[in-house]
């Protein structure tokens, strides 16, 4: 093997896991960090009872409708997709001639210029998956549209003696899918994105190794 390509081998090989973990770090906290309240304008002393900015209707309550507020988000996730496919084809045909009995021609045998095929194909995939995440995840309001609706972001981190799990959530909520305990299902979330990730051994275990999966990729077969 000359020198050249031994060298460009091993540096592709050493910065392969480089660019594997920079992919894997790619969400940043600031994407799903909490939001935090945004202090109202000082009501003016003029000894009105309704002011812009500080009221708030009775039939509200509690629930969140501000930036800041906080919504926890239960998490009942839960696809399964399947899919199958078959198909089969066949083709065969055959050609011959019937030489003459006579002549200079009758040296040739009726098996000599008799010819046939035959062609089949059978082929069948089938795919299954199926997801389930529940749990509960509590979120920070973000942005307030002008139409009442919502966009909430948040994570939670958990310090396992086995590894870290961190989930991280952000989508749209509509105001009136918030229940009287500042409760909303998943379901029920709009362009709702939910990362779960993890670090440690557990994480590691159920991995390739980095060499493995660069072999993965260049292998031809």
């Known amino acids: 093997m000359p020198r050249r390509l031994y060298k460009l081998i091993l540096l592709s090989l050493l910065a392969f896991p480089v660019g594997a973990q920079a992919k894997k770090d ?4 600031s994407d799903y960090g909490p939001s ?4 109202p304008p000082p009501a003016p002393a003029n000894g009105g009872i309704f002011q812009i900015g500080h009221y708030s209707p009775l039939t509200s309550g509690a629930r969140a409708a501000r930036v ?6 239960n998490l009942v996730e839960r696809t399964s997709a399947s899919k199958s ?5 066949g083709r065969n045909g055959s ?10 021609l009758n040296l040739i045998s009726a098996g000599d210029v008799n010819m046939s095929g035959d062609q089949s194909f059978t082929g069948k995939g089938e795919t299954a998956q199926s997801n389930a995440l529940s749990g509960e995840l509590s979120v920070t309001v973000a942005v307030v549209y002008p139409n009442g609706n919502m966009l909430v972001k948040g994570e939670k981190a958990l310090t396992l003696n086995r ?7 952000t989508g749209i909520v509509r105001s009136a899918d918030i229940s009287v305990d500042n409760r909303v299902l998943s379901t029920r979330v709009a362009a709702a994105r ?12 159920s991995q390739q190794g980095w060499l493995q999966r660069f072999f993965s990729r260049v292998s031809p077969f």
């Not at 935090?36 to 202090?39: D, H, M, R």
């Not at 590894?163 to 959530?169: A, L, N």
């Not at 440690?200 to 275990?205: F, M, P, Q, V, W």
Request: no cysteine; glycine share 12%; charged share 15%.
């Open 163 to 169: 590894g870290d799990e961190k989930v991280q959530f």
């Open 95 to 104: 050609f011959g001639l019937s030489p003459p009995v006579s002549g200079p």
């Open 36 to 39: 935090l309240p945004i202090a």
């Open 26 to 29: 790619k969400s940043s906290h």
């Open 194 to 205: 939910i990362v779960y990730t993890g670090k440690g051994e557990i994480a590691r275990a």
């Open 68 to 73: 800041g507020d906080i919504i926890t988000i």
């Open 85 to 89: 496919t078959s198909a089969t084809t």
